[in-house]
Structure formats: structure tokens, C-alpha cells
């Protein structure tokens, strides 16, 4: 098995950061969300958030992003941090891995460093939420032992309201 090398973003990412998630938000959320939302996404817009982000955060913040490397870029990214309300919970903020490296391991891999990240930040509760119809990303946060907690949000997606499911499970780096 080939070892994934992963390295934290910092600033100089941005840009890359920000053509994976659209591309993943296009590939992975058409026939969820209206394609008008999705086409009108701007890889200009989320790049200058994202240096923003990195800039404000820095590499030992509180909110940290690790990204997968690929031949032509970056292949995939985890954003992680603590969820405000909650001390000792960590958030899974995005995770995604471009479409063209799914199921060769990077996913698992940017989980585990994400953990790690938590785990590090005295987090030893985590969550993300998934879209109830994401059947995909769904079958792979169970597979790394998430579960549903019972709770759901709302979401307006280009005028069309999409329900989030939280999932929960203990931070373990073992």
C-alpha cells in the first residue's frame, strides 16, 4: 500500500483549496442541489476566503487544515476545529477529496490527521454534518465508525432547502 504523505495548507493553498471544493461540490452534490447553485459557484470568491481563513488562523490556530497532495495539486482536504458552543467537541468542517481519488485512501487518511488535529486541541467528542441525501459520503463516515446523533439542520442551497444530519463519534487515535 502506498503511503500518503499529507501536509498542513497554509495561504499559498488557497487557490487550490478552493477549486476541490468547488469541483467536489459539483460533482458530489449534483442532483441534490439546483445545478444553477452549483454552476454559479466561484473558485475566485472561495480562494480569497480561504486565504483569508489560513492567513487569520495560522498553522497552530484553533481551526487547521491538512491537505492530500496529488500529482497535479491538491487531491483532497480536511478542515477541523472546535465546535464553539460545545468546549471538549470538535467539528469535522469539510472533508473533501476530488472525485478522480475516491476510495484510494486519502479520505481515511485526511480523517485520521483531522482527529489527530482534535484530539491535540483537548477535543474528545467530534461531529460533522452530511446531507440526508448524501448516501455516498453517508456510507463512508460509518465506515469509520460515525453515527447519526438524532439531530438535523436546514439549509437554504440556490432556494431549495436540503436537510443536514449530525453525526458523532469519540475522538480515538489509536
Known amino acids: 500500500?502506498?503511503?500518503i504523505q499529507l501536509r498542513r495548507a497554509t495561504p499559498e493553498d488557497a487557490a487550490a483549496l478552493a477549486a476541490v471544493e468547488v469541483n467536489c461540490w459539483r460533482v458530489a452534490y449534483r442532483g441534490l442541489m439546483p445545478d444553477a447553485f452549483l454552476d454559479g459557484l466561484s473558485e475566485t470568491e472561495k480562494a480569497t476566503a480561504w486565504r483569508q481563513n489560513l492567513l487569520?488562523?495560522?498553522l497552530s490556530g484553533r481551526k487547521r487544515v491538512w491537505v492530500a497532495p496529488g500529482d497535479t495539486g491538491i487531491?483532497?482536504?480536511v478542515r477541523v476545529g472546535p465546535v464553539m458552543d460545545e468546549s471538549e467537541v470538535g467539528l469535522i468542517y469539510l472533508l473533501?477529496?476530488?472525485p478522480e481519488h475516491w476510495r484510494r485512501g486519502l479520505g481515511t487518511a485526511l480523517m485520521q490527521a483531522g482527529m489527530q488535529e482534535l484530539w491535540d486541541l483537548g477535543?474528545?467528542?467530534a461531529i460533522l454534518w452530511v446531507l440526508r441525501?448524501?448516501?455516498?459520503?453517508?456510507r463512508f463516515y460509518e465506515q469509520l465508525g460515525w453515527t447519526p446523533d438524532g439531530r438535523t439542520v436546514s439549509e437554504?442551497?440556490?432556494?431549495t432547502l436540503l436537510e443536514a444530519l449530525c453525526y458523532r463519534r469519540l475522538v480515538d487515535v489509536s
Open 96 to 98: 473533501y477529496v476530488l
Open 56 to 58: 487569520k488562523h495560522g
Open 123 to 125: 477535543m474528545r467528542e
Open 156 to 159: 437554504d442551497y440556490g432556494d
Open 133 to 138: 441525501d448524501n448516501l455516498r459520503a453517508q
Open 1 to 3: 500500500m502506498v503511503e
Open 75 to 77: 487531491a483532497g482536504f
